[in-house]
């Protein structure tokens, strides 16, 4: 008599939350993100090279750079981590205002400037830029095995 076959298993999307210290430790993995900002009333995504510290992301841009524009502006800053042949990955959003510390001389703006940070584009990057994200939210997209009549005793296993 053949043995009864187990359930084929199909794979479910998932998407869940990402704690603030989840998403701080995420945004600490890579050195590329993107800043979100207005310019004339239009919204801008640029990619840029950054740094971080606990809750402050910096970055650094050229004098006669639209990124000179985002000084004392409310940014959104985004990172994320895809892997296009599982589907599955994270995205974190920082939010805060972004402040212009290449002359500032407290304690916080010193160590930010001590960073390593190394920037991809070309010419001279001496302005420094932080955000203090007051706001932070992330999310992990992912895949789970379903069984049509619950799970198998294999799966529980």
């Not at 050195?31 to 995504?45: I, N």
């Not at 809750?55 to 000084?71: E, H, I, M, S, W």
């Not at 994270?90 to 001590?114: C, F, K, M, P, Y």
Request: charged share 25%.
């Amino acid at each position: 008599m053949p043995e009864p076959e187990e359930p084929q298993a199909k794979l479910a999307i998932t998407l869940e939350p990402l704690s603030r210290d989840e998403c701080l430790s995420l945004l600490a993995t890579t050195s590329l993100g993107r800043v979100a900002f207005l310019v004339d009333g239009r919204p801008e995504v640029l990619p840029v090279n950054y740094a971080v510290d606990g809750a402050n992301v910096v970055f650094r841009t050229g004098q006669d750079t639209v990124l000179n524009k985002v000084a004392m502006q409310v940014v959104a800053f985004e990172v994320d981590q895809i892997d296009e042949m599982t589907h599955t990955g994270w995205s974190v959003v920082a939010q805060g205002v972004a402040q212009d510390v290449t002359n500032a001389i407290d304690t916080i703006s010193e160590r930010l400037r001590g960073l390593s940070l190394v920037t991809w584009a070309p010419g001279e990057r001496h302005r420094w830029l932080r955000v203090n994200a007051d706001r932070v939210t992330g999310r992990r997209l992912g895949v789970a095995p379903t069984f049509p009549d619950g799970p198998s005793e294999t799966s529980r296993q």
